[in-house]
């Protein structure tokens, strides 16, 4: 071919794709589409650092369903209490002069007596703020107490929180010993085993000890109180031990966390929203990517060679066209395994029947014009007429069909993510919905978990679909000029 | 070719397409699938002598080959084999369960047609009015929204927020009839309507706006063409011209696409089945695949594309009835 008519082609191409490019600029509904879709991208690109946490690590943020952050602004909700994390730091209150104590964040004390009949006790205090008045569903105390070194000396150990009204709850409790012992206690008043070493055998008892703690009032200053208690044997001639608590911390789960809440799990919902914005969009456009290819392989092949092969590929079509791709699709997720991959091919092998129908029959009507004629005439072979000739004539379809695909395939990929058959590693959209739907927030009407997911897959969607509108008023100029 | 030649070939196709469907049925879950079924009812302590009797008992045992010329026969009469789950035969339940699926898609599909045929056309007439806006709009963005999400709003409203405001659910959450169910054979079928209301509801609220977008669509497209104007210049009333004239000329398309929507929507309704827990076929396809009760999925999914080819052909054909042209087509 003369360089000359590759010039002129070139130019008709851009005039084409600048024609196309105005009109799409004049849509209103295509630039809403755009405008939609770049939000969408910057939340995917930028999810790290939009999003205050990883979804995949960090859990146990706030209590689980905690309501938005925001919504402290309604007069019922403004009391509720966020997440409180405190470290302890430990006053000595009471000690026996045979005690030797540092004290602080990290508490240690050397025990020594040569007077074996008296006993030795220490109480220590660490005292923490509670600035809410609506009692929190948990808490939990954590530390990390050793106590060694131990030679003719019995002891015991206990942890007590004392509120406001002056009672106290024993949560924690070392019987008589005198080995050494190394413990890390976590102890979270929504244990069962809590529950039972408080004394109460009911099984409904769940909250026992928040109860016992929170009582009213409940905003102010709760005392958590350690109580070490020494015996020597009597008659021996001295009596030592060395005691170090550290570590302790006090968290008690907020009730309203972040922007949008937290999960089940206590993950900030905002986070995995945002993360889910990448896999949605790759997933879309990788399915449908692959869709419209074998869509246009198989049309322009079926369509230009004819005879036995279009045949056979159109019989393969009609039997595709049977197939019931929803079903089928969670069979063949279920039997090759819960993939991401595998998810988006299965997706973009089954969509493809109604495209490669379509391209075929413009391909029929393609083959037939002009050019293609002189194209054969002047000796151009088939691969080369189909790629060069008929291939660029029938972009403006595939085109649209790729932006309308893409919700088909976001839609696809989130219910099988909904019916639990999406990739476990990954944090869609579907996925959300389907942690909602199983684990509770309905019950919980924790609508933060639902709807959020939800609008974020409907307005992805949309965005492909005005897009795919405008362009379909574009290409499609009798369309256009009913407009 | 004749239109019987034309039948016959439509026929022959429909029943190689069915054996290829059969074919891969089997052959995905009783070749490819890694997954050994027995793994799910098999107990690991029975001996090698307990296990293959009761192999035995699903035909288990057979070659590959018997087992798959034994499958197409049976399916072929209508005999799906025996549940892995429940030890009855696949046909006993399915008998049940298909009518329920039947009435909440039936339901649905005639509410959506109600709903949207006459909101397409009233929004073509009125073009570039209000409605016509809202269709347009309420059409585009029941295209970007998932159907089951809607589901779950409807669920999370009329069942939960509905409970805590007023103390009762407006739409149960659950199943197809109360526990217990009313012995009462007119409270029973009310209380099926009642169970059926909020799937029903939400699967048509999903479903219209595409529909009036669609016939809004053609409706516009054929209110263009020259027969219309030769209605009117004849001195026809706008609603003749409307409804007699333009509606006639989109009836077959609509037509085709209504019988090619229905597998989409009978195969959607998985989704349904399993938000409302109602007890047909689709929520049946679920259990039985995460239960590896394959004869239950291998006879649901042959249902599923057996209905698929029916709305294929019945379109194909439909289309010729309503449109004399292609008609003519077919006998040239």
Request: glycine share 8%.
């Given at each position: 071919?003369?360089?000359?008519i ?32 770049l939000v969408?991208?910057i939340?995917?690109?930028f999810?790290p ?20 952050g ?5 007069p ?5 209490p ?11 209150q009471?000690?026996t ?33 509670y ?6 569903q ?40 005198d080995?050494?012992?190394?413990v ?13 070493e408080?004394?109460?055998s ?10 016992h ?23 021996t ?49 990788l ?26 590929l ?15 699709l ?36 393609l ?6 004629e ?14 060069r ?11 649209s ?17 909904f019916?639990?058959f999406?990739d ?14 199983g ?5 919980k009407?924790?609508w ?13 969607s ?7 509108y ?5 290409v ?8 | ?12 196709v ?13 052959m ?10 027995t ?20 035909g ?9 010329i ?17 030890m009855?035969?696949v ?20 509410g ?12 073509a007439s009125r ?29 999370l409203?009329?069942s939960?927020?509905m409970f805590?405001?007023?103390g ?17 054979p007119i ?8 169970h ?7 699967l ?9 977008l669609?016939?809004r ?16 210049a ?5 609603r ?8 006639r000329?989109?009836?077959?398309p ?5 019988a ?13 089945e ?9 929520s ?6 995460l ?8 006879a ?33």
């Open positions: 071919m003369s360089p000359i590759t010039q002129e082609k070139r130019t008709i191409y851009r005039l084409k794709i600048e024609g196309f490019l105005e009109g799409f600029r004049r849509n209103r509904l295509g630039v809403l589409g755009i405008i939609l879709l969408y991208i939340a995917g690109l999810a650092w939009l999003s205050p946490y990883d979804p995949q690590q960090s859990q146990l943020l706030a209590d689980a369903y905690a309501m938005p925001w919504m402290k602004i309604f019922q909700f403004s009391d509720y966020n997440t409180i994390n405190v470290t302890a730091n430990w006053v000595v009471q000690k002069d045979s005690m030797a104590v540092e004290w602080g964040k990290t508490v240690n004390m050397v025990f020594n007596t040569t007077d074996t009949s008296e006993t030795a006790e220490m109480i220590m205090n660490a005292t923490f703020n600035p809410y008045s609506v009692p929190p948990r808490f939990v105390v954590t530390y990390d107490l050793l106590i060694g070194n131990i030679t003719n000396t019995w002891y015991y150990a206990e942890m007590v929180i004392v509120n406001q009204a002056g009672n106290s709850t024993r949560i924690w409790i070392l019987p008589f010993t080995a050494t012992t190394e890390s206690p976590i102890r979270d008043s929504s244990d069962a085993w809590l529950v039972k408080l004394g109460y009911d099984p409904k008892a769940v909250n026992v000890a928040r109860s703690v929170f009582t009213a009032p409940v905003k102010g200053t709760y005392t958590l109180a350690f109580h070490l208690y020494f015996r020597p044997d009597e008659g001639p001295f009596a030592s031990a060395t005691a170090t608590l550290g570590n302790a911390q006090v968290w008690i789960p907020g009730l309203v966390h972040g922007i949008l809440g937290t999960d089940f799990l206590g993950t900030d919902v905002f986070s995995q929203l945002i993360h889910g914005a990448k896999i949605s969009l790759a997933i879309g456009l399915a449908a990517g692959l869709e419209t290819s074998i869509g246009i392989l198989i049309g322009v092949i079926s369509g230009y060679t004819g005879g036995l092969v279009d045949e056979a159109m019989r393969i079509v009609d039997i595709l066209l049977c197939l019931p791709v929803l079903p089928l969670l069979t063949l997720v279920f039997v090759f395994g819960k993939n991401v991959f595998y998810i988006v091919i299965l997706i973009g092998v089954f969509g493809w029947q109604g495209l490669a129908r379509t391209i075929r029959s413009q391909v029929l009507v083959r037939e014009s002009s050019f293609v002189s194209a054969v005439a002047s000796g151009a072979g088939k691969y080369y007429i189909m790629i000739h008929i291939v660029p004539n029938i972009f403006p379809i595939a085109i069909s790729l932006v309308l695909s893409v919700p088909a395939a976001i839609l696809t990929e989130a219910g099988l993510s019916l639990g999406g476990p590693r990954t944090p869609t959209w579907g996925k959300m919905l389907n942690q909602a739907f684990f509770g927030a309905f019950e009407l924790a933060w978990v639902a709807i959020p997911p939800g609008l974020a897959i409907t307005f992805l949309l965005a492909f679909v005005f897009m795919g405008a362009i379909d008023e574009i499609n100029p009798r369309l256009r000029r009913r407009r | 070719m004749g239109l019987r030649g034309y039948l016959t070939k439509r026929a022959i429909a029943l190689v397409t069915l054996f290829v469907i059969a074919t891969l049925n089997f995905i879950f009783q070749v490819i699938s890694p997954l050994d079924p793994r799910t009812f098999v107990d690991p302590k029975f001996t090698k002598a307990m296990r293959d009797a009761l192999l035995a008992q699903y288990l045992l057979e070659p590959i080959q018997t087992r798959y034994k499958y197409i026969t049976n399916i072929f009469t209508w005999n799906f084999g025996i549940s892995f789950a429940t009855t035969p046909v006993n339940e399915l008998a049940w369960r298909l009518p329920n699926t039947v009435l909440l898609l039936g339901t649905a599909l005639i959506t047609v109600l709903v949207g045929l006459p909101l397409g056309m009233m929004a073009r570039g009015k209000k409605l016509d806006m809202l269709t347009l709009a309420g059409g585009l963005f029941a295209n970007g929204v998932p159907v089951f999400f809607i589901q779950l709003i409807f669920l409203f009329f939960y927020y805590i405001w007023f009762f659910q407006f739409f149960p959450s659950r199943g197809m009839v109360s526990i217990p169910a009313p012995t009462d409270r029973y079928a009310a209380d099926v309507l009642w059926l209301a909020q799937p029903a509801l939400s048509i609220v999903g479903g219209f706006g595409g529909w009036a669609y016939i669509n053609m409706m516009i497209d054929a209110l263009t063409q020259d027969y219309i104007t030769t209605a009117r004849k001195g026809l009333s706008e003749s011209v409307l409804y007699r004239h333009a509606f000329g989109i009836l077959p609509i037509v085709t696409i209504l090619l929507s229905i597998p989409g929507i009978v195969t959607g309704a998985v989704i349904t399993y938000i409302f827990t109602w007890p047909g076929i689709g049946w396809y679920l259990a039985g695949l239960g590896a009760d394959f004869p239950v999925v291998q649901v999914f042959f249902l599923y594309a057996l209905l698929m080819l029916i709305a294929n052909l019945v379109a194909d054909l439909l289309y010729g009835v309503l449109d004399p042209r292609v008609r003519v087509g077919i006998r040239r």
